[in-house]
Each structure stands twice: as structure tokens, then as C-alpha cells.
């Protein structure tokens, strides 16, 4: 299934580094998510942007920057990361409108912080 | 309290058998109710979503009890390929964002 994309998949930086994960959704969606997913705890909502525009930042660290340059491109900006920072990055999006709760979600980058 | 709780088990049960998850919620202005389906290191899928009337979708049953604030997930005859996490999602009174619970590992042997 190709309806969400993100790249890398898997990515190991040191806290010095900057690097951006990037996501792309190929639904026609105008709604798109950066979730955190850590063991043993539940999916964070990150960020949330509808129709391009930033809608929810629910008190991400700044070492996250989003970036939504149109409504199928999602890009996560990480810079001076901490080990605790660690987790899956999931992108999701969705078609608001129909409700936003059928959200489709991306495999997820695998992000180690040395 | 958690705003989507879920016990996060493992469930270990043989094949054939029936398992049924709870998962609470703390709003009780809440409005919708999802169970997704997660396999091991990939993404989450919608399963079902779950109506005031209950629905059903072949081998599998969603619930809500709002008088207790809990939705279930009822598993009938378990195949292998039913072991997976089960993630609850709650839309809070706003309506504009889900909230996940922790999931619930169900494991289904031989």
C-alpha cells in the first residue's frame, strides 16, 4: 500500500546533527499528522496541519520543526536531538470534512539519537 | 486518570478461542470511538469503527458502553494472523483530534 509514504525509514543521528524526515500522501487528503510513538506509551499527536496551515502543536520541544510546503508533502526538521527523542515517527493523513478520524497512517521512520 | 486506557496484556490465547479488550475513556462528552490494528513494526490500521448500536464485522465485535465510559473489541475464533496490538482511539468532545490508548498485545498460538 503507497497511500502515505515516508523516508527514511530507519535513521540513526548523533544530538549534534540535522536531519528531516519527509512524508508524502498520495490520497488527495488535506489534512496531515506527525505522531511519536514510543514503547510502552500511546501515539503522541506532534503536529497537525489542515489545508497547509498549522492547526495544533501540542508543546512539541522547537528541536521539532514542521514543515508543510502543500497539502501532500509533511516534513519533520530535527536538529540538537536527545537520546529520549528516540521512538517511531509516524505521518498520517486524512480528508477533512468526512470526519477526521479515518486517519492513514505511514510505516513510520526509525529514529535513534546517539 | 489516563484520557484512553487500555490493559496492555499480552493476551496469549490459543487458535479458536475468544478474547475480548476493554478500553475506558475519561471525557465523557467523547464522541467517536476507533479500534486499530497495529503489527509488529508497522504502522497503524483502521479496524472498525465503533457505533452506539454496536457493530460487527465477520469474526469481529465493537461495543460502547457510554453509561461506564468503555468500548470492547470482541475477537471470535482466533486465527494466528490476529496477533497484532490493539490500538482504542477516542475523538474527544472538540471533535478535532484522536487520542490514542497505550494498545493491548494479543498474541494467538497454535
Known amino acids: 500500500e503507497t497511500g502515505v509514504t515516508q523516508t527514511p525509514r530507519h535513521l540513526v543521528m548523533g544530538m549534534t546533527n540535522k536531519k528531516s524526515l519527509k512524508c508524502e500522501q498520495h490520497?488527495?487528503?488535506?489534512?496531515m499528522y506527525w505522531y511519536k510513538q514510543s514503547a510502552k506509551k500511546p501515539l503522541e499527536l506532534m503536529f497537525v496541519y489542515n489545508f497547509k496551515e498549522q492547526t495544533e502543536n501540542n508543546s512539541v520541544p522547537s528541536r521539532f520543526s514542521p514543515e508543510c510546503p502543500n497539502s501532500s508533502h509533511l516534513f519533520l526538521h530535527l536538529h540538537t536531538l536527545q537520546p529520549e527523542d528516540s521512538a517511531l515517527y509516524l505521518c498520517?493523513?486524512?480528508?477533512?470534512?468526512?470526519?477526521?478520524?479515518?486517519?492513514?497512517f505511514g510505516p513510520g521512520t526509525r529514529l535513534t539519537v546517539l | 486518570r489516563k484520557e484512553v486506557e487500555q490493559d496492555p496484556g499480552p493476551f496469549n490465547v490459543p487458535e479458536g478461542a475468544t478474547v475480548a479488550f476493554n478500553c475506558t475513556y475519561s471525557n465523557s462528552a467523547s464522541q467517536s470511538f476507533f479500534w486499530y490494528r497495529q503489527d509488529c513494526r508497522k504502522e497503524p490500521k483502521l479496524l472498525m469503527s465503533v457505533y452506539s448500536s454496536g457493530n460487527e464485522d465477520g469474526r469481529f465485535t465493537a461495543q460502547l458502553n457510554r453509561a461506564s465510559q468503555y468500548i470492547s473489541l470482541l475477537i471470535r475464533d482466533s486465527k494466528l494472523s490476529d496477533s497484532a496490538t490493539y490500538l482504542c482511539a477516542v475523538i474527544q468532545s472538540s471533535g478535532d483530534k484522536l487520542t490514542f490508548g497505550t494498545g493491548t498485545r494479543l498474541a494467538v498460538r497454535p
Open positions: 490520497l488527495g487528503h488535506n489534512a
Open positions: 498520517a493523513s486524512s480528508q477533512e470534512g468526512r470526519g477526521q478520524w479515518e486517519q492513514f
